[in-house]
């Protein structure tokens, strides 16, 4: 599975963006697709996941309530809506896949998830 990410930029605090991850590939159904960020000198943290088949969501809970994830099997893209935005939003985004049958299964761990996208940049600041 071949992910692309885009959407990201500069936005002012308490604005709004989406981002999209395009996938190319067979069987987008059943795959868990995550949104994880890196920012410069922390690790990597997955923000949000939506799981595969049920389209179950979860979120870190810097971002609840804020960000929203959706997917759209059909044209196989899976976005992640963000809004009030803060500074500390800013990172690299990247999107990432995992297949399994499990329906629910939505990993934190960046390790398993063996497909990623380049990333995109998201700069919150006035």
């Known amino acids: 599975l071949r992910l692309v990410e885009s959407g990201g930029g500069l936005v002012q605090p308490g604005g709004s963006l989406r981002l999209s991850c395009v996938a190319s590939?067979?069987?987008?159904?059943?795959?868990?697709i995550g949104w994880f960020r890196q920012a410069p000198g922390k690790e990597r943290e997955r923000v949000s996941c939506?799981?595969?088949?049920?389209?179950?969501?979860y979120y870190a809970d810097s971002v609840k309530d804020r960000f929203t994830i959706f997917r759209d099997n059909a044209g196989q893209v899976v976005n992640l809506q963000m809004n009030n935005l803060k500074p500390e939003d800013t990172a690299n985004y990247s999107c990432?896949?995992?297949?399994?049958?499990?329906?629910?299964?939505?990993?934190?761990?960046?390790?398993?998830?063996?497909?990623w996208g380049q990333g995109t940049q998201l700069t919150v600041s006035s």
């Open positions: 990432a896949a995992l297949r399994t049958t499990i329906s629910n299964l939505c990993p934190t761990a960046q390790s398993q998830y063996p497909y």
């Open positions: 590939g067979l069987g987008f159904p059943d795959y868990a």
């Open positions: 939506i799981s595969s088949r049920d389209g179950r969501s």
